[in-house]
């Protein structure tokens, strides 16, 4: 059984059993018993007195030292740090609660960053793009729409897509991403370019700007080929994709589609099976 149903005592000057049992100075710290026991057993903090079968008893003194331990323990002193600042009269209080200050700031510090992070993570999840719309129409032009990411999440938010695509944008700069959006830009008038010498879709300089496609878009999350595949249809039928490659040059979807076909049949895929993988 416990040891606190076979300790007792007797009232002492300070109001209490001389003294508490294990399970009552415990309670009494907020400390578990577990604790005290550990306390005890490195000599940091011991009991000052036994019943006459052995349980211990902690008395005012007692409970006044623990009192300090759990003081210092708290402020996120170790516990030889502790058993130091309480009996080494050399030890130097100050400093050492000074230099636990410094350790704490430097904590709350990492923990606001991680707080902040944490905050652009939920952000990016909701938004994708963290920019405001004077910086979006600035670094993706005029015929940006701004509410693309808000319908983009609309119909991807659960994919593990979005979610990579959040994860890369939470932490992307202006700069970084007028780098993404110089660097599509460049393809697009490569593919152009490629279409208006007439080279053939199925050519190794398509087949090379195809993959050159695949990098660029790993700005957003990874592209496999098969998703490539859907992607580049998807470029040809949207009324919106469609629009922005006969802008920059009329029937580059199509190309673009032709040439992305073409390029996964060469890597063992059959564009008509493709799926989202």
Partial sequence: MPEDEYASGYAD???????LTVGQAAARLGVTVR????????????????????????????LERLHRVV?????????????????DSATDVTGALSAQRAQVRERIERLERLGAGLDRMID?????????????????????????PAKARALYGDTPQWRQYAERSADRT????????????????????????????????????????????AAYFPLTREMQVLLARRYETD????????????????????????????????PDTAAWR
């Fill in 13 to 19: 000057a300070d109001g209490y059993a001389d003294g």
């Fill in 35 to 62: 604790a005290l026991h550990h306390w005890d057993e490195i000599g940091l903090a011991r009991p000052s007195l036994r019943t006459g079968a052995g349980y211990r008893l902690y008395t005012a003194a007692d």
């Fill in 71 to 87: 003081v210092y323990r708290e402020l996120g002193l170790g516990l030889e740090r502790i058993r130091a600042v309480l009996d």
């Fill in 124 to 148: 990016a999840h909701e938004r994708g793009v963290l920019l405001s719309v004077e910086q979006q129409a600035a670094i993706f032009g005029p015929g940006w729409d701004p509410e693309g």
């Fill in 174 to 217: 202006p700069e970084e991403w007028q780098a993404v959006a110089d660097a599509t830009a460049a393809l697009d008038r490569d593919l152009a370019a490629a279409m208006e010498a007439g080279l053939a879709p199925d050519g190794p300089e398509a087949g090379a700007l195809v993959e050159r496609h695949r990098a660029v878009f």
């Fill in 239 to 270: 009324p919106g994709f469609a629009a922005h490659y006969d802008a920059v040059r009329p029937g580059l979807a199509g190309w673009f589609r032709l040439a992305v076909d073409a390029s996964a049949r060469a890597h063992g895929i059959d």
